[in-house]
Every structure is written in structure tokens, then in C-alpha cells.
């Protein structure tokens, strides 16, 4: 990082504090041995893509919520800094849907959904390594 305000222990940064890096992102919230471990929020360079949520070992794990930089909302579980487990996605773009199947910009994901034709939709259900899968 090119920035850090907060607590050092034993010469690394372990307790509450707010990191920027040099390609202006940054980081605020709970350190271990010098990386994001308990709560704490990143902001991407442009703050369009932003994560507020639990971290482990400088991965993303436990809940939290991220927002893209398209406007689509993810709230759930993480591990190994992917979705992993039950979440919420919530879309901003148009989706159409075919049965059980939400298709959006050329991928589908199956499960169950909220929403009509054209409209704004939702995908409420599981995901295993960052992919939705299962029943929604």
C-alpha cells in the first residue's frame, strides 16, 4: 500500500486501519499480519465496485455485500474470496427469462427469479466457487 493510518503490532499492521493503494483504491477496517482479516470495506479506484463485508487472510469470507460497477448487487456468503453458499444477486440490466432460467447480456443462470420480461430481476439461491447453481 502507499498509505496506512492505524495499528501496528509487532511491526505489522493488526487492528483497525485505512490503507490506499497506489492505484487510488483503498482499503478500511480490521487487519491481521498485514492483511484485511475481520470486517472492513474496499473501494475499487473509480468507487464503482465496492465490498463491505467480513475478510479472512486478505480474501473476502463470511457475508458481505458487493456492488459492481454495472449497478448489480450481490449479498451473501463468501469463502476463498469467492460467492460461496446462499446470496442474493440483485441486477440492474434487463433479463429475460425461459422457464427456470434468467439469461442477462449472454449468461444464464438457473434458478428461480423475480421480476418479468425486460424487467429488473433477482436471483435469490446458492453458489459454489462464484457460479450460482442449484434451485434459486
Not at 425461459?98 to 420480461?117: C, H, L, P, V, Y
Amino acid at each position: 500500500g502507499l498509505y496506512y493510518i492505524g495499528s501496528f503490532i509487532n511491526g505489522s499492521r493488526q487492528g483497525l486501519g485505512y490503507m490506499i493503494n497506489s492505484d487510488g483504491s483503498y482499503y478500511q477496517g480490521e487487519w491481521y499480519q498485514n492483511l484485511p482479516h475481520g470486517y472492513g470495506e474496499y473501494y475499487s479506484p473509480d468507487r464503482t465496485w465496492i465490498y463491505k463485508g467480513k475478510w479472512k487472510a486478505g480474501q473476502k469470507e463470511g457475508v458481505g455485500e458487493e456492488i459492481f460497477p454495472d449497478g448489480t448487487i450481490f449479498k451473501g456468503c463468501y469463502k476463498d474470496g469467492l460467492k460461496e453458499g446462499e446470496g442474493l444477486l440483485v441486477f440492474t440490466t434487463e433479463c429475460q427469462f425461459d422457464d427456470r432460467n434468467i439469461e442477462q447480456k449472454g449468461s444464464a443462470i438457473k434458478g428461480s427469479a423475480t421480476g418479468a420480461t425486460k424487467m429488473r430481476c433477482n436471483f435469490r439461491g446458492f453458489f459454489k466457487a462464484d457460479v450460482a447453481c442449484g434451485p434459486g
